[in-house]
Each structure stands twice: as structure tokens, then as C-alpha cells.
């Protein structure tokens, strides 16, 4: 799954999306605008998140709510823990079902973490790529009205099921997309989930690499650094109940 991720925004750089690069999508001038999303080391359901979205052939970073609320939800019966979206359930859910057909995005992060059971405790790990180079989750996304009329526009994170790398750690992983399936995840054209299902598999087992992590990132207070800093010993404190990254919707 994926409860908390890192992003770090570093101007200029040029990563390759969708035939183009991200800066295309204008993350600086949101940044601009929104500076609390321009560097964060421990982002959690419920925060704001920097999500790039076709708009009319164009990328476009927008922020967004991390944790889903369909256009349809009553204030008073909100959905809970739809920060996750499994991709088998895409399709048919009614959660999930119009924004797979009609609102994708991808998400950009420089790592995830994810928390792994060791003799009875939960060890958070930090999930990089091996290379470096920036990662794509794929999310849906919808907006809301709320009771002041206001809009709230809100996303998921799809998850896909562990590969053979992460399966000793999660059972679940983010769905990692590539420059060409960022392409076809971003077109509104393509709308049959018949085309979309295929991308939406386990990332290579030679993309990431994992470190053993502080258990100071279980508190979603603490946002520095050091929480991506390997330790060199399994620390036995228990998570407290964390959720990961890929932990699951109730839907």
C-alpha cells in the first residue's frame, strides 16, 4: 500500500513525462503559489498533495487532497481511508469506477515508505529507486462540493500487488508508471479499462532499492531529513498500528 511518501522539488530539473518533461505541467509556478508543497519528507493521508492531470492535451500540476471523496459523498458519511485504490477493484467499484474512466493523474515522489513486520514489530523501510530518478504513482482523482459550496478536489494512490522485490516487505506496492504508460494513463480519450488494466502492474524487481528507516517517521509530526537516513540496526519499537503505503481502502 502507500500511507506516506517523500517529495522534493528541485527546479529546473527536467524529467521525462508524457513525450515531454514535468516542468510542462508547471509544478514551479504551483510551488510558487503553494510553497508548503515544494519539500516534504513524511507526507500523510489528508494533506495536500502536487498530482500532474491532462487538462484539454495539456499537463497541469494541481494540488489536491490525498484521500478520495466522490463527487457523490454526504458530508456527514464521508468515506474513510480512500487513500488507496486497489487496481482490481478499479473497474467495478462505486468508488472507484468514474474517476478510473474519466479523471487520472499520476503523482511524482522521490521514495515511499513502507512498514515491515519483523518478529512482532513493524520496521518502517524507505523505497527508492535504485537510479535515483523521480517516481510516478498513478491516482484517480474526483471533486466535491462541500456543505459551504466549496470544491474539494481529492485523489488515491493505485496500488498494484507486491513483485518479487517487495513482497518480503508489503503484499502491496504503488502502481510505478513509466514514460509510455504515463502517456496512456493521462489520454481522456482512452476510457476502456481493458487498455488501462495492463499498465497497472508490478514495477520491475531491478527499479527499487529499501533501507531499514527511524521509527520517528511513524509520527506524521516529524517532516526532516533525517528520516531517510538508514539505520544500521532492526529498531524493535512497535509502529503503533501504522498504516503503509499500500494498505487498502475499506471499499
Known sequence: MCGAFVYVYVGGVRYQIMGGDV??????????RRPDLKTRFNIRPTQDVIIIVNENGRLAARPMRWGLI?????ADKLPRSTFNAR?????????????FKRSRGVIPANGFFEWKKIEGSKQPMYITP?????????????????EYGETVDSCAIVTTSANEFMSSIHDRMPAILDEKTTSLWLDP????SKKLQPILMPASNDLLQAV????????????????????????????GGQLGLSDQSDD
Do not use: H
Request: a negative charge.
Open 23 to 32: 516542468e510542462r505541467a508547471r509544478i514551479g509556478d504551483l510551488i510558487a
Open 70 to 74: 466522490p463527487n457523490w459523498a454526504k
Open 87 to 99: 487496481e482490481d477493484r478499479l473497474a467495478e467499484s462505486g468508488m472507484w469506477r468514474e474517476p
Open 130 to 146: 535504485k537510479e535515483g530518478q523521480s517516481l510516478y504513482f498513478a491516482a484517480v482523482y474526483d471533486s466535491w462540493i462541500n
Open 189 to 192: 480519450i482512452t476510457t476502456d
Open 212 to 239: 531499514p528507516v527511524s521509527t520517528r517517521v511513524n509520527s506524521y509530526k516529524n517532516d526532516d531529513a533525517r528520516l531517510l537516513y538508514e539505520i544500521s540496526t532492526i529498531e524493535p519499537e512497535n509502529s
